[in-house]
């Protein structure tokens, strides 16, 4: 993590487009630890889909 071994923590949010991925891929270029939250985390297969698709 960058920044002296400090343990330095921020929460972001803002709405939907507002640019946060955009901000946490350059974050993370330069070098800065990214915990993303929890749904980007999951698998996108689709299973245990709620929606119908008849």
């Known amino acids: ?3 002296g071994g400090m343990d330095r923590f921020a929460v972001i949010s ?3 487009g507002g640019g946060k991925s955009t901000l946490f891929a350059e ?4 070098g ?3 915990i993303e939250e929890p749904d980007r985390r999951r ?3 689709g299973a245990g889909s709620t ?3 008849e």
């Open 1 to 3: 993590m960058k920044g």
């Open 14 to 16: 803002g709405c939907p």
């Open 27 to 30: 974050l993370k270029w330069r």
């Open 32 to 34: 800065y630890e990214i």
């Open 43 to 45: 698998p996108r297969s």
């Open 51 to 53: 929606l119908s698709r």
